[in-house]
């Protein structure tokens, strides 16, 4: 499907029905396969031959899927996951182990951050943050000699900060690592991170991918482009025999096409059974192949509500890269072209107490902790996930108290915006 435009990708990439075969990718909702002799199934275990033994591993259902999504970010091979959390936490620990380390962009999603500095850390995997605005003399700093990678994101969750793509992988590259990128709230719609110089990408295909709040899940691609064997000595891992698995030399057997994946499913997803099922792979199908008709909407929807918010008196700040005004505007100039995503980020005069006021006076947007799907939804972190911090707290962290993010959805934007309009007429 790879010489179709990425509309036609959506819709058919993927899985391509036989004669007389279903049309739409089939359910195979089987936790095992049967197989003639000891022999057919040995071969599988040996990594010599291609099928399906255990659902843990791989399921048809969710390689259609996979390959889909591969198709539609450019890469040479996808697995699925059970959330994005899981994406990100396989696609790292698979090569950054305890005692290596780990360079990321402090501007992430907060459940990644503590992934990373907190969770990791126990596993003995240190990480240095470092401003997505960071120079490349900046980033050349964070690096030591066990650094296994360099992580970011697309655009950031709820910060809506835009990565310099192209100087992060260079960073990366220049020490012989690969850029791990989380693409969820661009998708391969907006921005293909593998153009940039990005080596893999991961997403919570929960977000847009999905788009109805249907089916918690994750992804991760590999570009095929990081020659592993390169850098041997940095990833013994994928460079010399795994003796948990048959001695297979991962990078050798499979090139750096599908080393990274098949390491990843051989063991992590053997070892964590992260496994997302084929019943939400077949609800993530379905969301991919809208998917392209959904994101121009998203972008249509966020752009008028930002453009609304910023000549608003009660709203102090508007994040949203797609305003000439915004400091990302010129980085979403160049990665983001066609538009970012749905979702604005803006702070409110008054603070939690006009943030709390205005979430509770809305009418046709919802207050729920999901973000990027078809309906609208908000939230006001100083007013529910960080109501136990102080002001002073929360500018700490960078959160002001009067935050609120929204996620625009589907719906008419004359709606949405004449809903924020008497919201907040009532502050």
Same mark, same amino acid.
């Given at each position: 499907?790879?010489?179709?435009?990425?509309?036609?990708?959506?819709v058919?990439?993927g899985?391509?029905?036989g004669?007389?075969?279903?049309?739409?990718?089939?359910i195979?909702?089987?936790?095992t396969f049967?197989?003639?002799?000891?022999?057919?199934?040995g071969?599988?275990?040996?990594l010599?031959?291609?099928?399906?033994?255990?659902?843990r591993?791989?399921?048809?259902t969710c390689?259609?899927?996979a390959?889909? +999504?591969?198709?539609?970010?450019?890469?040479t091979?996808?697995?699925l996951t059970?959330?994005?959390?899981?994406?990100?936490?396989f696609a #790292?620990?698979?090569?950054?182990?305890?005692g290596d380390? +780990?360079?990321?962009s402090?501007?992430?999603?907060?459940?990644?951050?503590?992934?990373i500095?907190v969770?990791? /850390?126990?596993?003995?995997?240190?990480?240095?943050?470092?401003?997505?605005?960071?120079?490349l003399?900046? #980033?050349?700093?964070a690096?030591?000699?066990?650094?296994?990678?360099?992580?970011g994101e697309?655009?950031?969750?709820?910060?809506?900060?835009v990565l310099?793509i192209?100087?992060?992988?260079?960073?990366?590259?220049?020490?012989?690592?690969?850029?791990i990128?989380?693409?969820t709230f661009?998708?391969?719609?907006?921005?293909?991170?593998?153009?940039?110089?990005?080596?893999?990408?991961t997403?919570s295909?929960?977000?847009y991918?999905?788009?109805?709040?249907?089916?918690v899940?994750?992804?991760i691609?590999?570009?095929?482009n990081f020659?592993?064997?390169a850098? /041997?000595?940095k990833?013994?891992g994928?460079?010399?025999p795994?003796?948990?698995?048959?001695?297979?030399t991962? /990078?050798?057997?499979?090139?750096?096409e599908?080393?990274?994946i098949?390491k990843?499913?051989?063991q992590?997803?053997?070892?964590f059974?992260?496994?997302?099922?084929?019943?939400?792979?077949?609800?993530?199908?379905l969301?991919?192949?809208? #998917?392209h008709v959904?994101?121009a909407?998203h972008?249509?929807?966020?752009l008028?509500?930002?453009?609304?918010?910023?000549?608003?008196?009660?709203?102090?700040?508007?994040?949203?890269?797609?305003l000439?005004?915004?400091?990302?505007?010129?980085?979403?100039?160049?990665? %983001?072209?066609?538009g970012?995503?749905?979702?604005?980020?803006?702070? #409110?005069k008054?603070g939690?107490?006009?943030?709390? %006021?205005?979430l509770?006076?809305?009418?046709?947007?919802? +207050?729920?902790?999901?973000?990027?799907?078809?309906?609208?939804c908000? %939230?006001?972190?100083?007013?529910?996930?960080?109501r136990q911090?102080?002001?002073?707290?929360?500018?700490?962290?960078?959160?002001?108290?009067? %935050?609120?993010?929204?996620?625009?959805?589907?719906?008419?934007?004359?709606?949405? +915006? /004449?809903?924020?309009?008497?919201?907040?007429a009532?502050?």
């Open positions: 499907m790879n010489q179709y435009g990425i509309d036609t990708t959506c058919q990439g899985y391509t029905p004669n007389g075969e279903p049309r739409q990718i089939p195979v909702q089987s936790t049967k197989y003639a002799t000891s022999e057919d199934m071969k599988l275990f040996d010599e031959a291609s099928g399906y033994f255990y659902s591993l791989q399921n048809p390689d259609s899927v390959a889909k +999504i591969a198709a539609l970010e450019g890469g091979a996808a697995m059970s959330s994005g959390q899981a994406a990100n936490f #790292l620990f698979n090569i950054a182990s305890c380390h +780990i360079v990321s402090s501007s992430i999603y907060g459940g990644t951050f503590n992934l500095s969770t990791m /850390a126990k596993m003995g995997v240190e990480v240095t943050f470092v401003s997505p605005n960071s120079t003399e900046e #980033l050349d700093a690096f030591r000699p066990n650094t296994k990678c360099v992580f697309t655009i950031a969750n709820p910060a809506l900060t310099d192209e100087t992060f992988a260079k960073a990366a590259h220049d020490h012989g690592v690969p850029l990128v989380d693409n661009a998708t391969p719609v907006n921005c293909r991170p593998f153009e940039w110089g990005c080596d893999i990408v997403h295909t929960t977000k991918m999905d788009g109805h709040g249907a089916a899940g994750g992804c691609v590999d570009s095929g020659d592993w064997m850098h /041997a000595d990833f013994p994928l460079c010399t795994d003796d948990s698995y048959h001695g297979v991962y /990078a050798e057997r499979f090139g750096k599908g080393a990274f098949t990843c499913t051989a992590l997803m053997r070892d059974g992260s496994t997302q099922s084929p019943q939400s792979a077949f609800y993530l199908n969301g991919l192949e809208s #998917l959904r994101m909407r972008c249509e929807n966020g008028a509500v930002a453009q609304f918010l910023a000549g608003h008196p009660k709203v102090e700040k508007v994040h949203y890269c797609g000439p005004q915004d400091p990302y505007h010129p980085m979403a100039q160049k990665y %983001l072209p066609n970012s995503c749905g979702v604005v980020s803006f702070e #409110l008054g939690r107490e006009a943030a709390g %006021l205005f509770k006076n809305l009418k046709l947007a919802a +207050i729920e902790t999901h973000v990027a799907d078809a309906r609208t908000c %939230l006001c972190p100083a007013a529910s996930t960080h911090m102080t002001d002073e707290q929360l500018a700490a962290a960078d959160i002001p108290a009067g %935050l609120v993010r929204m996620s625009c959805g589907l719906e008419s934007s004359a709606d949405l +915006i /004449a809903d924020i309009e008497q919201a907040l009532q502050i």
